[in-house]
């Protein structure tokens, strides 16, 4: 249905009584230096924090390594005999040299309802910049990947890549709009 993927588009991949963090304050959840109000900053902020522009320009040849859906889940990775390493930069996130994974930890911020209808969703209509409605999109849709089973999510909180107070329940409810989305929609 041509109307359904549209609508996939501007839809947020979870409902706001599955949000993992309820209460949005006057600064960034996970950055008290960080202002809501200060759209200059902020936006300088997750454009650093969630843009891939660099991995975009070599998408076309990422093709000869792997595609990507073919992401492990963390149980898997240390099956595989990778190490994980925690990195903040988005163009690192899901890199792996040799024995070593570098894996983005979730942002607080991104587990927040309100915070994508009020912050993440205008990136969506300003086609000027970098679309962080779809990175972020297309970010949490690889802990679809990675965390699968309990015992992913058990390391994922060990790893501090998610936050310790999220049950493994909650996760399932607040994660699952995030596998289907396709290639096309992130």
Request: with cysteine; glycine share 6%.
């Amino acid at each position: 249905m041509p109307g359904k993927e549209v609508e996939d588009d501007v839809n947020i991949p979870f409902e706001e009584r599955h949000q993992l963090l309820c209460n949005l304050g006057h600064t960034l959840p996970g950055q008290p230096l960080i202002s809501l109000s200060d759209e200059t900053i902020l936006s300088e902020f997750l454009i650093r924090e969630l843009s891939t522009v660099r991995l975009q320009r070599i998408y076309g040849m990422l093709f000869l390594v792997s595609n990507r859906r073919n992401i492990s889940p963390l149980h898997h990775q240390l099956v595989k005999g990778r190490q994980i390493f925690i990195t903040e930069r988005p163009d690192l996130h899901l890199v792996w040299y040799y024995g070593r994974l570098f894996i983005k930890p979730i942002p607080k911020y991104l587990l927040n309802y309100t915070f994508w209808d009020t912050y993440l969703r205008p990136f969506k209509e300003d086609a000027s910049g970098p679309n962080l409605y779809l990175e972020a999109r297309g970010f949490l849709r690889t802990y679809a990947s990675l965390i699968v089973h309990e015992s992913d999510f058990t390391l994922a909180r060990k790893q501090g890549l998610i936050t310790r107070d999220i049950s493994w329940e909650a996760w399932c409810h607040f994660i699952h709009g995030f596998g289907p989305i396709p290639d096309t929609r992130v």
